[in-house]
């Protein structure tokens, strides 16, 4: 990835300095089912990693709201997405899978919550990529995700992802990326002069 422009870039802290994230105070779960709700929204997310490790379109489906959004960045600069509605999500995230020959693991840390009520939910957690071919496991990338969370259909489902990578999860310098390359990581076209 080429060096940005922009003077203003900072590392430590992007995606607070981006507007990507801002780190609110701890709050107890509300309600009569706050505690159980509470359970079962950090767990969408962990069900999201281990559906789209194991292949599982099925279960990866299930875990998004019929309109959601997959959107993305690395480190504040390079946008990836956004894709809208379910199955465009799954669409995406699973033209992935032909290309990807490895065993990939998405490890969720340090998940906290923002916010919660009944109706909505915010969740930080920490992302760490690894991969393996067998012989050995390497890291990919870093990052987080901010999820926001609702019930649907009985059960609560990711509305928005959001990742933010604090390295490219792609192979190589994004300015030498053919277009379609561009295309497939959810990145844009880059702009003609």
């Known amino acids: 990835?080429?060096?940005?422009?922009?003077?203003?870039?900072?590392?430590?802290?992007?995606?607070?300095?981006?507007g990507m994230l801002a780190l609110g105070e701890a709050r107890a779960p509300e309600g009569p089912n706050g505690v159980t709700d509470r359970q079962v929204i950090c767990e969408r997310i962990a069900r999201y990693c281990w559906a789209y490790d194991e292949r599982r379109a099925d279960a990866l489906a299930d875990c998004f709201t019929q309109?959601?959004?997959?959107?993305?960045?690395?480190?504040?600069?390079?946008p990836i997405g956004p894709f809208v509605g379910r199955d465009r999500v799954v669409c995406w995230l699973t033209e992935f899978w032909p290309h990807q020959h490895d065993q990939?693991?998405?490890?969720?840390?340090?998940t906290i919550?923002?916010?919660?009520?009944?109706?909505?939910?915010?969740?930080?957690?920490?992302?760490?990529?690894?991969?393996?071919?067998?012989?050995?496991?390497?890291?990919?990338?870093?990052?987080?995700?901010?999820?926001?969370?609702?019930?649907?259909?009985g059960a609560w489902r990711i509305e928005r992802l959001t990742a933010g990578f604090d390295a490219p999860f792609w192979p190589g310098d994004i300015d030498r990326m053919s277009e379609r390359g561009r295309a497939r990581h959810g990145v844009a076209p880059r702009e003609r002069p």
């Open 67 to 78: 309109d959601a959004i997959w959107e993305g960045d690395v480190l504040g600069r390079i």
């Open 1 to 18: 990835m080429s060096e940005p422009s922009n003077d203003s870039f900072v590392m430590p802290g992007w995606a607070h300095h981006a």
């Open 104 to 110: 990939r693991r998405h490890m969720i840390l340090n």
């Open 113 to 153: 919550v923002e916010q919660q009520t009944s109706e909505r939910a915010t969740t930080l957690s920490y992302l760490l990529l690894m991969s393996s071919d067998g012989r050995a496991a390497k890291l990919e990338t870093t990052g987080f995700y901010r999820t926001d969370y609702r019930p649907e259909d």
